[in-house]
Each structure stands twice: as C-alpha cells, then as structure tokens.
C-alpha cells in the first residue's frame, strides 16, 4: 500500500516484538520516520535493525523505556523530537497485564496495571497532542484488545482498565477533531505472536491436548479459520494514520477475524 505517509514521524510504543514490531515495520515501509521503544534496550535494537534491513528505511530510533514510567516517556519524547521533530502519528502499544482471577488481584496488581493500559495513554497523548494542534494534523491510534467488547476469563486487568482507553479515544476525537487531530481505537483478536502461543501452550495444558490440538481447538472458535498477523494490524494502523481515514474520527475497530460475535 503506498498511503502517502513518507517522512511523518511516528512512534510506536511496545514495539521490540509482536504487534508493535509489526506495526512499527509497516510503518517504515510505508515511509515514515519511525521511534520504536521498548524495555530491553538489546530487544528493541534488534528490532530497529531488522526493520531498516527489511524496509530500506534508515529514520528508525530504537529507544529503551518502560511505557509505565512517566519519565521513559517524556524521554522517549524529548529524544524523538531532537532527532525527527514532533510526533504525527501515535501508534499506542502495551505490554500485557497480569493474567489472574478477580480475587487473586492485589491493589498493587491493580495500581500496575492502570500505569501499563491506561496512564501510559494518558501520557503519550498529552505528550504528543499539542504540536499536532499546531501542525493541524495529527493521528491517534490506540491499539487495545477485543477485551473491550468481550472480557476474556481472567483477563480482568485488560478487560477492566482497557475498555477506558475508548473513554479516552472518543473523549480525544471530540475536543481535538476540529485540529486536524483524528483518535480510534483497534480491537485486535488473537494474533500470532509470543504471547499468543503461550495461550495456545497453556490452553493445551489445561485441557490435556498437544499444542498442535490446541491450536486447532483455538483455531476453529474464529470464523476467519486463522490466527491474525502482526502486519494485519500494522495496515490497520496505517490505514487509520492515512488521509484515506480522514473522516474516522472516534472509532473502535475489530480485527479479530470475525472472534467477536457481537453484530455492532
Ligand atoms: N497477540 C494477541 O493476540 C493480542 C490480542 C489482544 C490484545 N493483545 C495485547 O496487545 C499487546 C501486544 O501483544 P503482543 O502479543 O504483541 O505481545 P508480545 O509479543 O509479548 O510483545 C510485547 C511487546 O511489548 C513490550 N513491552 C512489554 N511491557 C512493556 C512496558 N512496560 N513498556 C514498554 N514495552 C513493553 C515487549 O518488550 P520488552 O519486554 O522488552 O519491554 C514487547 O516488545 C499486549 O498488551 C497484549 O495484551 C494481544
């Protein structure tokens, strides 16, 4: 896809692997100036360098930060700015939340997890939002989970704290849409990933199967027959951050295969 997005800066956050990898990937192919950041500053260099290699695209900034911590970010910020300029594109990654049960939750799982799934958004936005008022151009994407429209057993972390980042997103597109500033929401499905085999190999311990019945058992709940691909977000995201999208102001989109049965 050519989007006409050469030279727009974007950031990419959780990124070293998986979907941000993907999404920071497709970004660069389609030409932008990418900041990808993750924890492991080895992990997330790796990932700078396959993805100039494999897209030809040398404006790629590999930054180690925890999306958690407040000041990552404003680093993360200070550090895209002096080497490409402000932020046109955010494309919102995390990592994952614990995965447990209501009651085996502490407060301090609770306090983490506000910090991951929603004041790390809360952040990047206020971060990035003001240049792209000025610029008059701007795009926010949040990329989340099918969780906000279907709460996964004990996922309750995600299915808790993520549905605010559509509060957030819908809140966004209202006061910043006059700018030129558009926000939405992904609603990914199961994409092959690390963390998507670690299901498939814990839902194949519960349930007595080997891994490969279990997928197949996994596989067969989504009406697409197949696990998502990384890239299939990232040409979400790309899509979102184009001016194809312009007038996508506000929206939570599925891309799940058709997992989620809800018909709106
Ligand atoms: N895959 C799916 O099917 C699926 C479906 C719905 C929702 N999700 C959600 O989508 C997100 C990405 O999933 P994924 O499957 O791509 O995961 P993944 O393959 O495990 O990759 C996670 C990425 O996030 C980074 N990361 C983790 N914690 C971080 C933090 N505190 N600060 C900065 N970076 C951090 C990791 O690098 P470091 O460890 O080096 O930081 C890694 O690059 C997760 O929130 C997941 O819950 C995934």
Redesign the pocket.
Known sequence: MKLGLENKVALV??????????TAKILAQEGCKVVM????KD??EK?RDSISKSTHNDSVLALP????LEG?LSHVLQESTKRFGSIDILAY?????KVAAFLDLSDEDWNTAVR??LL?AIWLAKGVIPAMREKKWGRLVF?????LKQPIRNLVL?NVVRLSIAGLSKDLSEEFGGDGITSNVIM?????????RA?TEDFAKRNAMTFEEAERARIREIPARR??T?EEVGNTVAFLASEQASYINGASLLVDGGLVRSVL
């Open positions: 956050t959780a990124a070293s692997k998986g979907i941000g990898f993907g950041c993750s924890r492991s992990d997330i990932a930060a925890d999306i958690s990552d990654n995390a990592g994952s939340p991951l799934l790390s990329i989340t989970s099918m969780t995600s990914q499905g199961n994409i092959l990933t690390g963390r998507q299901i696990f998502g990384v």
